[in-house]
């Protein structure tokens, strides 16, 4: 290796471009910290099994799940749908984000998986699974059960909202992204390989195919990833209608995603390969990719909300009544300082957004605040929810933390264990040299 490899900054610039490590591949420490991820997820399973001998442990166990499910499925599809739509954009952030969004792409059929536990216990979660039949809905109202409101909707969603519908679509969305994370995935490493690599015909061959698969890919991910937060999620509520539900999610995801991949990037700049190619320039154009999903995010929002307030339906506030009334209030504005408000204030920050250590702290900490709107917007949704904030004897609440810590820290093992499965570097890639270049940004 060249000593150009073990300085940074004004010293790279008197020795011309810098040259790539001999090995690409991961280093070591994702080893370790795979290993880590490993031993979090155990331990968090263990101490959410003392929640399952209360009959609302078990209750707040299964939506923690969700939870968790929830969050690992937005870094596997949401890694597809970033990776698609760099490859339709192009510009040098894909080439240091493209082995992470590949990596959370392949983690797909783990996902898959997880859903399983969801579709066996559905009937706990969701009304519609609980209420199949018009007979039964007739029976759940006039015992109480449901509300003529739930009732008239169950009656009306049926269609789409039956188990059956359900677990076929929910297949049927894996099966889509799974094909297109497949190829992308495919043509990634075989773009590399081509024998022509490095040459402007294969740049253009490579780029055109991507591309090809991707524009196309890119609508098919969203109304994949509306099917499923609409079947999964929203229908928690079965009265709720929104028709930028999925676009929320949409966003959602790339604020999560985003977090989860630079956070990678910059935790491996330690380390060769990434430390060859991790520029401060980059950095920062990541930064600036993070604060547009986090003001995206905070748009469509409060669009939603506005929208809903000024109309004043009896039909749409009651899921806004719900998150804010008695001490849901609390989660609501921590929901508001978390997601949004800090990690705008503080993306703004040029300084902050080149600075290695806060960018780690602080896309953390966007992770953490993507899980706490996951909580509200699913946990204020069951009518046993306002017991929430009576701790003292209601301790199954933590199985919020515990559990899906356990779910994502298998996810993140499996996510860690894709990365190490190929080089960290495309190299058959036009944007390679121009990011060797030394470092011009002081």
Known sequence: MSSGHEHNGHHDSHHGPKTLPASLAAPEIVSAWRTKALIVAVVAALLSLAFAFTSQGRHHMLRAYLLGYMIAFGFAAGGLGLLMLQHVSGGKWGLLLRRPLEAMSRTLWLVAAMFLPIAFFMKKLYLWAAFTTPEETAKGLASGAISAA????????????????????????????????????????????????????????????????????????VIMLTIGCISWIMSLDVTWYSSVWGLKFLVGQGYGVLALGVLTVILLSRYEPIKTIMRTTEQHDLGKFMLAF???????????????????????????????????????????????????????????????????????????????????????????????????????????????????????????????ARPLVNVNDPHLEEILEPEHAH
């Open 150 to 221: 739930q009732a008239h909707a169950l009656d009306f969603k049926r269609p789409m909202l039956n188990p059956a519908s359900v677990l076929l679509l929910t297949a049927f969305v894996y099966l889509v992204l799974g094909t297109f994370a497949y190829f992308v995935n495919k043509w990634s490493l075989e773009r590399d390989a081509d024998p022509a690599a490095g040459t402007q015909a294969s740049f253009d061959r490579w780029r055109v195919k991507l591309e090809n698969i991707s524009g196309p890919g890119v609508l098919i991910y």
């Open 294 to 420: 986090v003001m995206l995010n905070i748009y469509l929002t409060f669009a939603e909300f506005l929208i809903i307030w000024s109309a004043n339906s009896p039909e749409e506030i009651p899921w806004y009544l719900n998150r804010i009334r008695g001490g849901w209030w609390i989660i609501c504005s921590l929901n508001f300082i978390c997601h949004w408000l800090i990690p705008f204030c503080l993306l703004l920050s040029r300084d902050l957004k080149r600075n290695k250590k806060k960018m780690i702290w602080l896309t953390c900490f966007m992770i953490f605040a993507r899980c706490v709107d996951m909580f509200w917007l699913i946990e204020p949704g069951f009518p046993d929810a306002h017991w929430n904030f009576r701790i003292i004897g209601n301790l199954s609440i933590l199985a919020y933390i515990t559990v899906p810590i356990a779910v994502l820290g298998v996810w993140t093992a499996y996510y860690l264990t894709q990365l190490k």
